[in-house]
């Protein structure tokens, strides 16, 4: 069982990303139902499940891997990104000479990427 080095996963539309055994081996044997994988925090603690969102972005984590009974501590590394460009929305305003224009001014609001401003 071969493991990459560091896995780039990118948070999807919703900004979640979810860790699957396709993921993060280079060689899969069996069936992905066969793996289960732990996801450790930097500190050593136990991820609750193998969720990722925009509190993650730009986090290191360690993920272990078991295959059937055997737990392989295999101490690869997952950065969770985002790299979804933002979604283009076009509203009609109407705005006079002169008129302050910006978008906040305007009341709207914009994303980049997963993160609201």
Same mark, same amino acid.
């Given at each position: 069982m071969a493991c990459n080095d560091l896995v780039h996963i @990118?948070?999807?539309t919703n900004c979640i990303a979810t860790v699957t055994p396709e993921m993060?081996?280079?060689d899969l044997i069996g069936s992905p139902s066969d793996y289960l994988i732990k996801v450790y925090y930097s500190g050593g603690q136990e991820q609750a499940d193998l969720l990722f969102d925009t509190r993650d972005i730009n986090k290191n984590t360690t993920i272990?891997?078991?295959y059937s009974i055997l737990e392989i501590p295999v101490g690869e590394k997952i950065l969770i990104e985002d790299k979804f460009p933002?979604? @283009?929305t076009c509203a009609n305003h109407t705005v006079r000479c002169g008129d302050t224009?910006?978008?906040r001014?305007?009341?709207l609001q914009f994303r980049i990427g997963c993160r609201l401003q």
């Open positions: @990118s948070l999807d993060v081996l280079e272990n891997l078991a933002p979604p @283009s224009i910006t978008p001014y305007l009341g």
